[in-house]
């Protein structure tokens, strides 16, 4: 069964420093998605990606993060200076177009200390 | 995720059980209603869907019920088995794109 593959699963890193998150989508899938879910809570969505170009990133917080899909395929969602309130599942998803198909990663899980 | 409220927020049933979740949203546009299930350290995976144009629909021991006037829609899950205990999450959406997921409700079967 076609999986979107996430790494690293786990990532600790300190306050103030950068860090990365990298996904593969399910091959043929045309939308990506990066989510983040807070413990406790549902997630929500950053950014939504259509083949290489950014179609929705009003909530993602624009001064540290930082998302992009050069070709079209993976992915990297970049955070910048990490913050304590950054801690949280990040969630990559990915589907056809117009939303067939709409598949999970079993996401990166960041603590930061 | 203020459009979207969920309950109860955990619940607990013995093995056979019919345990049901219940979502209001406030977005009369929505036009896809899934429910999604997730397992601890996964992400979570698609239930059930229903569209705003029929009122029930049914998979295996899982249903969804819809009330379009009363903006709700809930999950039943029939003969529950500890299997299913997980955490659920209803996310309408607009054209089956952008999930609203709500807040989440935490399951526990016991056998």
Known sequence: EAEVAQSPRYKITEKSQAVAFWCDPISGHATLYWYRQILGQGPELLVQFQDESVVDDSQLPKDRFS???????????????????????????????????YTFGSGTRLTVV | ?????????????????????????????FDYFPWYQQFPGKGPALLIAIRPDVSEKKEGRFTISFNKSAKQFSLHIMDSQPGDSATYFCAPSLDTDKLIFGTGTRLQVFP
């Open chain 1, 67 to 101: 998302a992009e899909r050069l070709k079209g395929v993976d992915s990297t969602l970049k955070i910048q200076p990490a913050e304590l309130g950054d801690s949280a599942m990040y969630l990559c998803a990915s589907s056809l177009r117009g939303g067939y198909g």
């Open chain 2, 1 to 29: 995720q203020q459009q979207v409220k969920q309950s109860p927020q955990s619940l607990i049933v013995q093995k056979g059980g019919i345990p049901i979740i219940n979502c209001a949203y406030e977005n009369t546009a």
